[in-house]
């Protein structure tokens, strides 16, 4: 009898535990999925934005109900490449595994609608600049064409800022003309005096031609990113008490990269400037650990790159972006510290050069005197990369796309009163390992 009892009670035990799943609705467009889209996906998919198609309504999004779930599953979407585990950033655009396996099961039950009652209220999106509005506005002089077709190299336009006297940029945005065809803009600020692309005129848009090269272009003349456009990427905003320096003299040099799409197009692409009232207590500076001598093999299909850069003060990290071309495979920052502590800062497992994203660190992240950073690049060279222009060519540094870069951009701040000379000390010589390193 006892032990019928106890038989009888865990059955019901187990009923209960098991019935709430049995009863779970499969999840509808309005109450489950459309929060989702909203945190998300919609500051991209929405009329105006970079991406083709808008998911905003039911009906805008249930014939792609089956893409969503790939896309999702196969971490293509949303957009970011960040590992987990490593670091932690402002502007996460990482799935949750509840809301992965809710838009999975919504497209596998059949996408249904439900009650449009459930739905959360409409997402309010900024209209025009998201920084606020500008105390100036740099638009570029004249419009690139855009073909309806073909392979579009990167496009660069030097324009002249005209500053007198020294400006500090707290905020900065860059709106392209045509957000169809921009892949992206990185808004270069070119010192006084810098030799970087002299040859060229102020204010008329070109295309490099060279191949291979020594670095020269962003190593030696541009060492700072004011501002970078892509799509889904956030405006460069501080934090007061922080700003980049714009010195007297100082040109805008924009490199717009652009993607056809069937249809000719022009773009016309503008900056917007804040400035901090008067200098403040911090400057944000862009640095780079970067390796312009490598040699990428013909069918290498993991060829390792490193580069590294010592801090000779004390600094606190801001961002990372880490940058590479079509044959990126991997990227990852490490902090050697004075005390021999090693901390991976960022891992990027799959690199792709259609999103250059900007890893913005949450909370403060201290980089001591003697703070060594590390990047180490691998590169596929090989057929079994889709993206690769040329499997049979020996890749070196170069400014287009069928090239290569490798660079670690990061941020950081230190104070104002600080000569930026004093941040560094020499790098070593960086070094391009054979394949399976």
């Not at 272009?217 to 889904?232: C, Q, S």
């Not at 003060?313 to 050697?336: C, K, N, W």
């Not at 259609?354 to 660190?361: A, M, P």
């Amino acid at each position: 009898m006892r032990l019928f009892t106890r038989t009888t009670v865990l059955a019901a035990t187990v009923v209960v535990w098991v019935s709430p799943l049995l009863a779970a609705a499969t999840p509808t467009f309005h109450k489950d999925v459309l929060p989702i889209l909203r945190r998300h996906c919609q500051q991209c998919h929405r009329a105006g934005e970079a991406a083709p198609m808008a998911f905003i309504t039911y009906d805008q999004v249930r014939p792609w109900a089956k893409a969503i779930k790939q896309s999702v599953v196969s971490k293509r979407m949303p957009p970011w490449f960040a590992e987990a585990g490593t670091g932690q950033f402002q502007h996460e655009r990482r799935l949750t595994p509840v809301e992965l396996a809710t838009l999975a099961a919504w497209a596998d039950g059949g996408a249904a609608a439900g009650n449009p009652k459930d739905a959360p209220a409409p997402a309010k999106f900024a209209s025009g600049w998201t920084i606020g509005q500008p105390d100036l506005v740099i638009e570029m002089p004249q419009a690139v064409e855009v073909p309806a077709a073909g392979t579009g190299e990167s496009t660069y336009v030097i324009i002249p800022t005209g500053f007198k006297e020294d400006r500090w940029v707290q905020r900065a945005e860059v709106r392209p003309g045509d957000r169809a065809v921009t892949h992206h803009v990185i808004a270069f600020l070119r010192p006084p005096g810098s030799k970087w692309l002299a040859a060229h005129e102020p204010g008329v848009p070109f295309v490099l031609q060279r191949r291979g090269g020594d670095g020269g272009g962003y190593v030696g003349g541009a060492t700072e990113l004011l501002a970078v456009y892509a799509p889904g990427r956030p405006a460069a905003i501080l934090p007061e008490g922080q700003a980049k320096l714009v010195k007297a003299g100082t040109d805008i040099v924009l490199q717009l990269h652009y993607t056809s799409n069937g249809k000719p197009a022009l773009d016309r692409s503008q900056l917007g400037l804040v400035f901090a009232k008067g200098a403040p207590p911090q400057r944000v500076m862009t640095l780079q650990a970067t390796n312009a001598r490598f040699v990428i093999p013909p069918q290498a299909d993991h060829h390792r790159v490193d580069a590294e850069i010592t801090l000779d003060q004390d600094t606190t990290l801001v961002s990372m972006m880490p940058h590479m071309h079509l044959r990126g495979r991997d990227f990852e920052y490490r902090a050697i510290y004075p005390t021999g502590e090693t901390e991976t800062l960022l891992r990027v497992s799959r690199y792709d050069f259609n999103w250059q994203l900007h890893y913005y660190v949450a909370g403060i992240k201290r980089l001591p005197k003697g703070t060594r950073i590390e990047c180490t690049a691998h590169f596929d060279n090989s057929a079994n990369n889709p993206a690769n222009p040329d499997p049979k060519a020996e890749v070196r540094w170069g400014e287009q796309s069928f090239e290569e870069m490798m660079i670690g951009w990061f941020d950081v701040a230190f104070p104002t009163s600080l000569d930026p000379v004093k941040v560094l000390r020499p790098e070593k010589k960086a070094a391009s390992y054979p394949k399976g390193r």
